[in-house]
């Protein structure tokens, strides 16, 4: 089972930028589709991004496509989401895991990293 930490998140005005990490532990992590996922304070966690597991391949949600770059470093276990021109409503805990299609594959979810985006 991969165990996951993600890092990364703070507070940026509007139209700043983060870059978010998220460590996977075991060996398995590059045979694994990877995602990215946020939920914001009253609202159900929602797909952001994902990312194929030789990183050949990425996709987004609407709402980001753009203005998000979902990346991987099989090498050292890493998934990366580097957020640019970010609007108050990109504001919410994100998390990543592993994925089919849009959905995560598991209940197994890291600590998440807050992103708070003032106006």
């Known amino acids: 089972q991969v165990q996951l930490v993600e890092s990364g998140g703070g507070l940026v005005q509007a139209g700043g930028s983060l870059r978010l990490s998220c460590a996977a532990s075991?060996?398995?992590?590059?045979?694994?589709?990877m995602g990215w996922f946020r939920q914001a304070p009253g609202k159900d966690r929602e797909f952001v991004a994902g990312?194929?597991?030789?990183?050949?391949?990425?996709y987004y949600a609407d709402s980001v496509k753009g203005r998000f770059t979902i990346s991987r470093d099989n090498a050292k276990n890493t998934v990366y989401l580097q957020m640019y021109s970010l609007k108050p409503e990109d504001t919410a805990i994100y998390y990543c895991?592993?994925?089919?299609?849009?959905?995560?594959?598991?209940?197994?979810w890291g600590q998440g990293t807050q992103v708070t985006v003032s106006s």
């Open positions: 895991a592993p994925t089919s299609g849009r959905r995560a594959i598991s209940n197994n």
């Open positions: 990312i194929s597991s030789d990183g050949g391949s990425t």
């Open positions: 075991g060996r398995t992590f590059s045979n694994y589709i």
